[in-house]
């Protein structure tokens, strides 16, 4: 496939980020369709280049070598099996989904047409495609599907600047449990972080500012060491006094502040325990005084 002609149905985010980037390294985005013609022609305004605003899912992705179907996970499989029941997927095409908490099976209608599906799932966060397209570079995909889908989502991946892996399809559920644990969970772990800032007696706005470079920093610190390396702090160090009084101060608030303040500092403990510096003897009264009533 020299130049293959890539469909994009699902002009969001994902669809947006991928397109603009896959043109600016030579593929074709021949047609860009959503749910309305309005946000086809919005996607395909920033993906650039002379690809067409389609009214329909259908009239995109016909004659098109590349499907991407980047719509909500929800629309994946009927959008595609309305693409197959109008006899729009030609032979051979590839047809390919970003979801990650499902496997190519959401595509069955595709492959009934003779063509190729995968899941590719870039394990990143899209919040705008303004901000994706620069932060795509080093990012992992997986990948799940068939044999012959594979040489051109590796092609797709390197386009993009990342690095393609294969993700099992029994353990799919864990995988994307645990993205959501390195994302979603960070945000929450971010928010309760600055909720107890503010009551504190910080501002909140400060408590937002106060808290970042300390994020940061600790971001940076995973990246150079790794966990459990990366640890600091009083459970790290064995101080279970300092932890006392942490858990005095929470006793005035909330109970599930409380209840996540101990759940995390008990996982914590064995981080420190893993790291070689907190003694297996400090440890336990940690655990004593985080599990207390
Ligand atoms: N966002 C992330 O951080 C992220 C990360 C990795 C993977 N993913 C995956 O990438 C895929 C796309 O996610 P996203 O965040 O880009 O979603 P999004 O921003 O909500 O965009 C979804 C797009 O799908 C279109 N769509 C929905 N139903 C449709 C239908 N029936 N026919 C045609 N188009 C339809 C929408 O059309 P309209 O524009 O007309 O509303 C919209 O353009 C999902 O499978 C998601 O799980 C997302």
């Not at 996970?73 to 590839?94: F, R, S, T, Y």
């Amino acid at each position: 496939m020299a130049k293959p002609k890539v469909a994009i149905i699902g002009p969001g985010c994902v669809g947006q980020t991928m397109g603009k980037l896959l043109r600016a390294k030579g593929f074709t985005i021949s047609a860009v369709a959503g749910r309305s013609r309005k946000s086809a022609k919005h996607g395909l305004n920033f993906i650039g280049g002379n690809g067409k605003a389609a009214l329909k899912p259908a009239s995109a992705a016909r004659g098109a070598d590349i499907i991407l179907l980047t719509t909500s996970d929800k629309a994946i499989k009927p959008v595609c099996e309305e693409l197959a029941a109008a006899k729009a997927i030609k032979g051979g095409a590839v047809v390919i989904h970003c979801s990650g908490a499902h496997g190519p099976e959401l595509l069955d209608a595709a492959r009934e047409r003779k063509a190729f599906v995968a899941a590719l799932h870039p394990i990143q966060s899209f919040p705008s495609p303004d901000q994706a397209v620069k932060r795509m570079k080093g990012v992992y995909f997986t990948f799940d599907g068939d044999a012959e889908a594979r040489p051109v989502t590796a092609k797709i991946v390197k386009a993009l600047g990342g690095h393609l892996v294969k993700v099992s399809p029994t353990n799919r559920a864990l995988y994307h449990g645990a993205l959501c644990v390195l994302s979603n969970y960070l945000v929450s772990i971010a928010d309760l972080g600055q909720q107890l800032l503010s009551l504190s007696g910080m501002g909140e706005d400060e408590a937002a500012k106060a808290a970042m470079p300390l994020v940061e920093g600790t971001i940076a610190n995973l990246k150079s060491v790794g966990s459990p390396q990366a640890l600091t702090g009083p459970i790290a160090r064995g101080d279970g006094l300092t932890i006392e009084n942490h858990m005095k101060a929470l006793d005035a608030l909330p109970g599930a502040m409380k209840k996540l303040y101990c759940e995390l500092g008990l996982y914590t403990v064995d981080v420190g325990v893993r790291k070689g510096t907190l003694s297996p003897a400090d440890a336990r009264k940690i655990v004593r005084t985080l599990t207390r009533p």
